[in-house]
């Protein structure tokens, strides 16, 4: 062990000693605060905006006069999706899912107002953000640092003087990826310290052990992407005769597996799996409530017969002899069903869009680039999953709406009473508050994506320990 850290210190030094390492460093270094200020930027603006909003919809809901319930249900409610504090971190699909939902009776609306909705175009290049940084440049800067690691060795002629001194192989590759590995964390320990300062400053104090964890995971992730590169970058430059055939390796490989591969499992996802069009996806869904009825229609076969229902069972001839509103009670069955049609269809479409995801997640065991990038979108509650938990999170508050409202006019709107209710009843019903899913449950979604991330731990390691076995052919 001693003499493995007398390498990696040896290692560690001659990168930082020459000024091309050093100033590429620096630079990289500069870039990442750049990217964290960029970030924090963008979380203030945007929770601002957001917080400001959503109370200006509350205010003028709770101020509406006193007025039929129904007319209420659909004047409609404004919500929005919060930011979680370590979204400044890794924007995820953050400028592209949208931020808010209309909700109103009757009707599902999708979600809208996105940041790419409102851009010039330029969003389709990326974000600059603290994760694209760690995820894209990093490596690369990994692969400056640690090309010749070996094959440096072997041209000048110091490789065969190192193991006839009594270094072997295993030694030699797990020095140099520690070695390697300890530079990369000379950038790395930065962005902690800032990651924690931010994160406590935008969680306001209120810090939840939950949001502790997803920060430790995610730090723990980034460590563990870090040595996977830098013992690829190793394992290269020992199989390569030259440094510049590993150099050549290390950059085709970079290119391939972090700027083709992931956009063509995108694309192939896409085209096996394909997704309705918004106007498809809405004009299923229309069908489907046709054959059900129109609640609107009193003479419709499906609530006709449902009245003739009502009636015996109350034992009246005429709903104006019901105990309760008639309309109120049609309005409450039609929302029931075509609520359960929208979440039915949009069940489907999820599915869809997760079988599509499915391909990166498969394609994150030959790609450890995918691999942590699902997982930072995860944590930082900037992934597919939270935009999905979203959407189920406001349907469920939209039909509560539109629930409350049938039943006070089931309640209070009648033969002899007013057409119109107090005001009052508006403030009964709670604001929308989003919750997000817990750290134990992202973790059991991710994992197929932990698990890969693991497997390239594993290899990776195998491939230093058993190097003496293969290195010495070359």
Not at 84 to 91: E, K, N, V
Not at 134 to 148: H, R, S, T
């Amino acid at each position: 062990m001693q003499t493995i850290l007398l390498i990696a210190g040896q290692t560690w030094k001659t990168i930082l000693r020459n000024k091309a390492s050093f100033w590429l460093t620096v630079l990289l270094g500069i870039t990442l605060c750049v990217a964290t200020w960029i970030g924090w930027q963008h979380y203030q603006t945007q929770q601002q905006q957001r917080l400001q909003y959503s109370k200006a919809v509350r205010e003028k809901w709770v101020s509406k006069p006193d007025k039929h319930p129904h007319r209420m249900a659909h004047y409609g409610y404004l919500v929005f999706r919060d930011k979680h504090p370590l979204s400044f971190f890794d924007f995820g699909i953050e400028s592209f899912s949208g931020v808010s939902i209309f909700l109103e009776a009757h009707k599902q609306n999708t979600v809208n107002f996105s940041e790419a909705g409102f851009s010039n175009g330029t969003l389709r290049f990326g974000e600059m953000s603290v994760a694209m940084v760690l995820q894209l440049l990093v490596p690369l800067l990994i692969f400056f640092l640690g090309y010749n690691a070996i094959a440096g060795e072997r041209e000048s002629g110091t490789l065969k003087i190192l193991l006839c001194q009594g270094v072997s192989w295993r030694q030699l590759m797990v020095g140099k990826t520690l070695g390697i590995i300890a530079v990369s964390f000379t950038l790395f320990l930065p962005v902690i310290v800032l990651t924690i300062v931010l994160w406590a400053m935008l969680s306001q104090g209120q810090i939840t052990a939950d949001a502790a964890l997803r920060l430790l995971l995610l730090l723990i992730a980034y460590a563990a992407y870090f040595a996977i590169c830098a013992g690829i970058t190793v394992l290269v430059s020992a199989v390569s005769r030259s440094s510049k055939g590993a150099l050549t390796i290390l950059l085709g490989s970079w290119i391939f597996f972090l700027v083709i591969l992931p956009r063509l499992t995108q694309a192939a996802g896409a085209n096996i799996y394909p997704a309705p069009s918004k106007i498809e996806f809405a004009a299923a869904i229309e069908e489907d409530l046709h054959k059900q009825g129109d609640s609107h229609n009193p003479d419709d076969p499906h609530y006709a017969g449902m009245k003739a229902a009502v009636l015996k069972k109350y034992n009246v001839k005429d709903v104006k002899e019901l105990p309760f509103n008639y309309g109120g009670y049609v309005m409450a069955e039609g929302e029931k069903i075509s609520a359960g049609i929208y979440a039915d269809h949009l069940r489907r479409l999820t599915r869809i869009y997760q079988q599509q995801n499915s391909f990166t997640v498969a394609a994150s065991y030959i790609n450890p680039y995918l691999s942590i990038r699902n997982l930072s979108m995860a944590l930082t509650a900037a992934d597919f999953a939270t935009y999905a938990s979203f959407q189920e999170q406001a349907e469920q508050y939209r039909y509560q709406l539109a629930q409350r409202m049938n039943r006070l006019q089931m309640e209070y709107i009648g033969n002899n009473k007013p057409a119109v209710i107090s005001h009052d009843h508006w403030a009964e019903m709670p604001d929308f508050r989003y919750r997000f899913k817990t750290a134990g449950s992202v973790l059991q979604e991710q994992g197929a994506t932990i698990m890969a991330l693991v497997c390239w731990l594993g290899l990776m390691t195998v491939g230093l320990l058993t190097a003496s076995k293969w290195a010495r052919t070359l």
